[in-house]
């Protein structure tokens, strides 16, 4: 917040804190949004769709920013979110809200690669930790007011208020990035670590081949993923065409997604493979899990929508302090032990929240799970990010943001796709769901311990 910089940072904030917004608040409404539009059963298709949409826009944001730069690839990403939260909002089926939610999420998936550019670009390597910290810290006031919001909106006017009051604060951040053009295309303001004469917010010049092959195969995996969710979201009904295309799906993406991020990171080799394989874990498994938090409270507790937001929020907690410890200097040089524990913190607040659905253990003590689950991923996430700038050269940076963000929405993706499969099998229309949340539970937590091995060889 020097400055020089501070006007930057805080078009950043301004940035990270829409997407944050859009992501918590909505978490909240989907339960409403889900019942008014008839589609219980696919409630997670709301969630995951957006998220493909968004890792297209993350691959195609890499390959753009590595040509021209992060700014172009800013300014689509807010307008495509500003005309998919409108179309949601106004949306008179669950197909038009789908439409709106793809919408979004390709702006999203731009706007996120480009902000890691920036940062690689704008900022000298000893403020980095600091400025994912801010980053960070930009979760908190979203997550701690959206969710609460967003269940006061739908309870008393309606949950398309959730979608449309996101609009004034885009023009609002539009207006900021664009007076920061000059910061943004003329790289970091310290320039001791980059070579003679070269500032890292300028394109590196790349071979034209090589960036049409990327995003063909972003369109592939976004493709792949698309038809895996919606086969996996009617496996209910035991036809064979959603088998088949929940099957051809994970083929696609078998056969795109390795391609798309570091050579060994299937095998999670040790360094940045490592790091992306470890990132793709550790969002799988909280985002299936707080995906189906709300649902949960509502459908089987009979709790409102904003006390069913205020759980989400104490999570929020629990990251912002998990980014604080992180961010101190004396940990610096100690980013892979942060992950390990990082991820045996989400593996313990997620096995809380199965126990809790299992022997009916009273509702509040998802406050405390959902703490833990933020806390991993404060420690974890930040601390990824920082690996995969270190372990990468400037002139990589595009690439390796845009690797580790497909790595990150990925592991959304899967995350909260298998979890809805298994809640579409399992699913009681007459009954109780409490055996299909605690399945998906319990199988996260065994996705987040995962990360902890993964966080082992991210040492180099």
């Avoid at 501070?6 to 944050?20: F, N, Y």
């Avoid at 944001?61 to 500003?82: E, T």
């Avoid at 420690?379 to 700038?389: G, H, Y």
């Avoid at 298998?418 to 998906?440: E, R």
Wanted: positive net charge.
């Amino acid at each position: 917040m020097g400055p020089g910089y501070r006007l930057l940072t805080v078009a950043l904030l301004a940035l990270v804190t829409i997407i944050a917004f859009e992501s918590m608040a909505i978490s909240t409404a989907m339960p409403a949004v889900a019942s008014e539009l008839n589609a219980v059963r696919s409630y997670g298709l709301a969630f995951s769709f957006m998220l493909t949409a968004e890792l297209l826009g993350i691959v195609l944001a890499g390959v753009w920013a590595d040509r021209h730069g992060p700014l172009p690839s800013l300014i689509a990403g807010q307008l495509l979110m500003a005309a998919g939260s409108a179309m949601a909002g106004l949306a008179p089926t669950f197909t038009v809200l789908l439409a709106g939610r793809l919408t979004a999420g390709l702006g999203a998936g731009l706007i996120v690669v480009a902000l890691y550019v920036v940062i690689g670009g704008a900022y000298p390597d000893a403020l980095r930790p600091k400025v994912f910290s801010w980053i960070s810290a930009a979760w908190v006031l979203p997550s701690l007011l959206g969710p609460p919001i967003a269940g006061w909106l739908t309870s008393t006017w309606s949950w398309r208020w959730v979608f449309l009051i996101v609009l004034a604060p885009i023009a609002v951040t539009f207006a900021v990035v664009s007076s920061q053009r000059a910061r943004i295309t003329g790289g970091p303001a310290v320039t001791g670590d980059l070579p003679s004469g070269q500032t890292s917010g300028q394109p590196v010049p790349a071979d034209r081949s090589g960036h049409r092959r990327l995003a063909l195969l972003g369109l592939g995996v976004a493709l792949s993923a698309g038809a895996m969710q919606w086969g996996s979201a009617q496996l209910g009904a035991a036809q064979v065409l959603p088998i088949a295309l929940t099957a051809l799906g994970l083929v696609g993406i078998a056969a795109t997604a390795p391609r798309l991020v570091p050579a060994g990171t299937l095998l999670m080799c040790r360094g940045l493979p490592a790091v992306m394989m470890t990132r793709f874990l550790l969002t799988a498994s909280f985002n299936g899990a707080i995906t189906f938090i709300p649902l949960m409270l509502v459908n089987e507790r009979r709790l409102s929508l904003t006390t069913a937001g205020i759980m989400l929020t104490v999570g929020a907690l629990g990251w912002s302090f998990g980014s604080f410890i992180q961010g101190q200097h004396a940990l610096h040089d100690r980013r892979s032990e942060l992950v390990i524990a990082g991820g045996a913190s989400l593996t313990l607040g997620t096995l809380l929240l199965a126990a809790i659905a299992e022997f009916g253990w009273p509702y509040y003590l998802m406050g405390p799970a959902n703490v833990l689950t933020g806390l991993g991923m404060g420690l974890a996430m930040s601390s990824t990010a920082v690996l995969s700038l270190a372990l990468s050269p400037i002139s990589d940076h595009g690439r390796s943001s845009s690797s580790l963000q497909v790595a990150d929405v990925l592991g959304s993706v899967l995350g909260i796709s298998a979890a809805g499969a298994l809640f579409a099998a399992m699913h009681n229309p007459g009954g109780s769901d409490i055996p299909a949340f605690v399945l998906i539970w319990m199988s996260l937590a065994g996705v987040a311990a995962l990360a902890m091995v993964g966080g082992q060889r991210t040492r180099t």
